[in-house]
């Protein structure tokens, strides 16, 4: 196999996202796209990542490949590209090798590793929610959560988000009206609570894409998603947190 | 009462600015002004705070409120606010309530506390030697002398303001002569010493204003003021160090 | 003695990257330049500094002055000094004297301080190698080497220079082939290895000038040079780490 990119930014962004997420990972190579399915180690998150052939400048992959590698030794090299390297992603003596091509040549090589783990298959969830929303509420709100809790609820009810968390004293409430930058879509009142730790990570995905698809049920996982049309899809899985208050 | 602000800045940087050298204070909402007037818990340092309605887009305040918050959770709650939001300051079932208005509404409760001690007086002093400066000439003074000492002496005498400090082997000696910048008032030459740790929390002030105003005796307290007409003043009162040397 | 800079930024960014190898050094004043030639502490590496009279406003020094100050300091005070600040260097009662002079006259005395070791000398070394190139592609190979490794070998044969590090699964590989802003001149193949944590730390130096000048043989120190014409020149030799990978 041997691929190009000559705009590195979606593949080093989407490394630096999923590597807060996933400590090892397999990504499959195959004629169409990179693609990535992998939990987060205490199997709260799962982590969707597509990168299509029709992002890259040269995409040759005959068959399926699997290879699995160290994320956060792929961050630190892809966070050596400049955002004028050509970057070829190759393997070589059973190594995954990664160049960066502009007036240097500059190679690393990183180790194949084997993980245990059977592949793993993104659940079939039905969702009673739809919102599409700029990134930039959506991390807000989260951020503006952070400072008086370490979870967050999310209640959509007749064309309203609101996203809200409550610490020992304080309270912070954000109320996201549907409106020219939010549609939203729900057959009826629902509403889940997630952790903000993991939601603090996810919402990173904003690097990627400044639109999100934010999709929610009572008391049920919630998906997030961004996406640019025909490049890549970065999009998370988290499990609520179902406790009493 | 309910006031809002839409040009959050003043509070927003007094808050923070205040919030490190007192953990708890009382304001007093009067029907002219927010005022504040706290010791830091070693009792070295005075801040005095008035942020005048008509700094405010709607104020309404009808009689004397009294009412006391953490001032570290006031200051990350209005960290949140964008440069183009309304920010609303009301009480609500006994809750100090922020709301942050653009695009979504964003609302915070803070709980209101008790504060034993007696109300803060500002005390009545009397100054030997004025001197209105740009902020930007004293900062670097207290820098400069941060890097040879912990404690730092103003002297004024004859037109000169000489701000110095001594290590144990090296010294700092800052020359500041009146001129089209700096107005030097004084009865007689002055001198007095203060710690450097105080100093430079004070010195934030120069993100409300760029003038300052330096009130200094022999062997006195100073006090450090900066306000912008009809709008803020946020001043600090600092005990003198009087050791021997 | 009495030197007066108006463009501190070449002896402030010397110091400071000294400071980061050499932590008490004897300066000598000559009637022609400052100049430093100093061993870090681990007797590794050694810095050759030289600030020619030419980069001075003033220079009045009438027969060579040797004087020793502790480099952090001068590295703190120099930070000090704004881009128009006038910078003067004096002796006074046996300290030594900074004053930086704008709209305010500021002043810095600094110990004079004993340094038993005799003087340095710059080794007699002779090169088989040397490479004139861009400081941003060494710094950028000495960077990605980082992320695999502690040290790097530099190969040259026949232009090209190769730049490694291998560690204990990665491997980084750096070619830089002779063209317009790489010369390359080599009697012979030649290889050496340094330390990746020096080499961080002289690769500062392209805050003095954006070519350096690259000296080596075969298992023997390295030279490198940053220089601006009539100005100041800032070399590092470093020792060859001799291990058997």
């Known amino acids: 196999m041997k691929l ?8 080093k962004d989407s490394i630096s996202i999923i590597s807060d997420l996933v400590t090892e990972a397999r990504f499959r190579f195959t004629p ?5 399915v992998a939990m987060d180690p205490a199997n709260v998150a799962m982590v969707i990542f597509k990168l299509l052939s029709s992002a890259f400048a040269e995409y040759n992959v005959k068959e399926d490949i699997h290879l699995a590698i160290n994320m956060n030794d792929f961050k630190q090299v892809l966070r050596r590209a400049k955002s004028n390297d050509a970057v070829t992603l190759e393997t070589e003596d059973n190594k995954f090798k990664i160049t960066f091509k502009s007036n240097t040549i500059r190679t690393f090589y990183l180790p194949i590793i084997d993980v245990d783990e059977s592949e793993q298959k993104i659940p079939d969830l039905s969702f009673k929610a739809t919102i599409t929303t700029t990134a930039a509420i959506i991390n807000e709100a989260i951020e503006d959560a952070d400072i008086v809790s370490e979870s967050v609820t999310f209640d959509i009810d007749n064309q309203v988000l609101t996203i809200s968390a409550t ?3 304080s309270k912070a409430t954000i109320r996201i009206d549907a409106d020219n ?4 879509i729900s057959d009826e009142k629902v509403k889940s609570k997630f952790s903000i730790e993991y939601l603090k990570k996810m919402i990173q995905g904003s690097k990627i894409s400044e639109k999100v698809l934010l999709q929610v049920s009572q008391d049920y996982p919630l998906k997030l998603e961004y996406k640019v049309l025909n490049k890549v899809q970065l999009a998370f899985i988290l499990a609520p947190r179902v406790d009493n208050d």
């Open 32 to 36: 169409d796209a990179i693609e990535l």
């Open 167 to 169: 610490g020992d004293l």
């Open 4 to 11: 190009t990119l000559t705009e590195p930014k979606f593949l």
């Open 181 to 184: 930058d939010t549609k939203i």
